[in-house]
T-cell receptor, first 114, second 109 residues
Framework: AAGVIQSPRHLIKEKRETATLKCYPIPRHDTVYWYQQGPGQDPQFLISFYEKMQSDKGSIPDRFSAQQFSDYHSELNMSSLELGDSALYFC?????????????FGPGTRLTVT | AQTVTQSQPEMSVQEAETVTLSCTYDTSESDYYLFWYKQPPSRQMILVIRQEAYKQQNATENRFSVNFQKAAKSFSLKISDSQLGDAAMYFCAYNDMRFGAGTRLTVKP
């Protein structure tokens, strides 16, 4: 069965640079979530989209933005990167429209800011 | 706001024995979902088990079962016949977006 795809899997950027992370949800899933997980920490919810509209907002910094496109894939744009942005970024998808809150996680993108 | 609390940062169990991981949550909603996720060293998040609040019967998935106490807002995970491969971080989650701080489970051979 198809799973959530994230690209790239690894990314190294320098401070003040920008980064774009991509997420391709499971086919027919209508909801995408973004999480940030720092070393030794639990996943922190950043933002989610339902049917291409932002549905919930968590602890996403103002330097970050995200959107969900017509094909349901989502991109997380990160600007003015800081050392503290180094983390594992998970994308997850679900079929919220059917009432199913179960999230299917992608493998994550490991971002290193130097 | 809904909060999820895992009061055990670390737990240890002997192989083949049983261990219970605790989770409590706070909510004013009556219908919701609860999940346990496993995160092995590979960092992949893997769903272990889910519970729908409107179902009184505790969910069970092979060696994994939950003790769901809705009135007490408690959702503990029991792992029976622990295996070395069960060693991981375990996260309790409420609905879509609220995760607990996690419990690191060590399995001793």
């Amino acid at each position: 069965a198809a799973g959530v795809i994230q690209s790239p899997r690894h990314l190294i950027k320098e401070k003040r640079e920008t980064a774009t992370l991509k997420c391709y949800p499971i086919p027919r899933h209508d909801t995408v979530y973004w999480y940030q997980q720092g070393p030794g920490q639990d996943p922190q919810f950043l933002i989610s989209f339902y049917e291409k509209m932002q549905s919930d907002k968590g602890s996403i910094p103002d330097r970050f933005s995200a959107q969900q496109f017509s094909d349901y894939h989502s991109e997380l744009n990160m600007s003015s990167l800081e050392l503290g942005d180094s983390a594992l970024y998970f994308c997850a998808s679900s079929s919220r429209g059917t009432g199913d809150h179960e999230q299917y996680f992608g493998p994550g993108t490991r971002l290193t800011v130097t | 706001a809904q909060t999820v609390t895992q009061s055990q940062p670390e737990m240890s169990v002997q192989e083949a024995e049983t261990v219970t991981l605790s989770c409590t949550y706070d909510t004013s909603e009556s219908d919701y979902y609860l999940f346990w996720y496993k995160q092995p060293p590979s960092r992949q998040m893997i769903l272990v088990i889910r519970q729908e609040a409107y179902k009184q019967q505790n969910a069970t998935e092979n060696r994994f079962s939950v003790n769901f106490q809705k009135a007490a807002k408690s959702f503990s995970l029991k792992i029976s016949d622990s295996q070395l491969g069960d060693a991981a971080m375990y996260f309790c989650a409420y609905n879509d977006m609220r995760f607990g701080a996690g419990t690191r489970l060590t399995v001793k051979p």
